[in-house]
DNA sequence: GCGACAG
DNA sequence: ATCTTGTCGC
């Protein structure tokens, strides 16, 4: 399955907003196919990589405010340009905002579409254990789209194997609730390095999420890999007893120790109790050491290569 | 000001 | 997640 370029789908959206008219945060990430993405969009307005082109200044908040501007002069600027269109601006607000604002986009959803095949792959969920030697801690750390995904392998006493690093341009932003798409194909990487017979643990949730595909369970069922869910604070559900419920069902466990608790989740292949065993076991500090020497790394990789190809950096648009 | 939704 | 100086607290 191809996947899906959100953004480009974002900035073709932005582009039918007519001269003259603006649009809405909230009304973009609608059309995308989930108000959910409404902080998205002001990011990826923020990312612009063609303000020629893509008119992000006729973007503003739902309640007729300017929102922000990314320009070295700043909502100086933006108010600028909609007046040159014709938009009145007073007290920082949009004159006559209600007939001057934009929704009828063309657009084919791009995120239901992602939301279906969520509720697809549900149905390939397996929450039972398989024997494992190796657990691989995975955390992916960004420059904009480019994500750089690190491996940390190790065996279940805590010694560090091998490391292994990926280089990706992501597709999507991050959307709460649609995390596995930005980076499941960044893991992928990974496990084409290390293999399948490893228990991979992904910063993120595995089934406790709303539609039980949290970005370990998705990264498991695409990849056929057994996968745990550590998250460090909690999306969904409701916690009695330590325990994480999810329409009555226990989805996770939640880990107590000095500070703020973090929430260990099965993506595929494993029971709930082997995953909360297993991050037990490996844990020194709050987060447990897989994920949390990939995290040290991949922050790190991302400095070497920044430092390399400066010009990766975000820049301002203009 | 409140509510707030992984990374 | 990233942006980021000094500051507060265990």
């Known amino acids: 399955m191809p996947e899906i370029d ?17 649009s809405t945060y909230g009304a973009l990430a609608r059309a995308l196919g989930d108000v959910r993405a409404a902080r998205a969009a002001g990011e990826m307005l923020a990312e612009n990589p063609d303000p020629k082109r893509i008119p992000c200044h006729r973007v503003v908040r739902s309640d007729g405010t300017l929102g922000g501007f990314t320009h070295p ?7 600028r340009r909609l007046r040159e269109e014709g938009v009145e601006v007073r007290n920082g607000r949009i004159v006559d905002f209600e007939s001057v ?41 960004y420059a904009g789209r480019d994500a750089f995904g690190v491996g940390v392998a190790m065996n279940l006493r805590g010694k560090v194997l091998e490391i292994h690093v990926v280089r990706k341009r992501v597709s999507i932003p991050y959307i709460p ?11 992928r990487g990974i496990i084409e390095h290390f293999g399948k017979d490893a228990v991979y643990m992904l910063d993120g949730n595995g089934v406790l999420h709303p539609y039980r595909m949290g970005l370990a369970t998705c990264v498991g069922v695409k990849n056929r890999v057994a996968t745990i869910g550590v998250a460090k604070s909690l999306l969904c559900g409701t916690v009695k007893d330590g325990v994480v419920y999810l329409e009555g069902e226990p989805v996770g466990v939640e880990m107590r120790g000095r500070g703020k608790p973090i929430y260990v989740s099965p993506g595929h292949l494993i029971t709930l109790k082997t995953a909360a065993e297993i991050t037990l076991k490996l844990r020194k500090y709050r987060v447990p050491e897989p994920t949390r020497l990939a995290h040290l790394e991949a922050k790190a990789f ?17």
Do not use: M, N
């Open 6 to 22: 959100v953004y480009a789908c974002f900035y073709d959206l932005v582009r039918q907003i007519p001269r003259g008219r603006v």
């Open 73 to 79: 002069e700043g909502l100086k600027e933006k108010i």
């Open 101 to 141: 604002v934009f929704e009828d986009f063309r657009t084919s959803y791009p995120l239901r579409a992602l939301r279906e095949e969520q509720l697809s792959l549900r149905s390939l969920v397996k929450l039972e254990d398989r024997p494992f030697d190796v657990v691989v801690g995975v955390d992916v750390a």
């Open 177 to 187: 609730t649609y995390l596995a798409f930005r980076e499941e194909p960044v893991v």
């Open 302 to 318: 991302r400095e070497r290569e920044l430092r390399r190809r400066p010009q990766w950096s975000t820049h301002p648009a203009f």
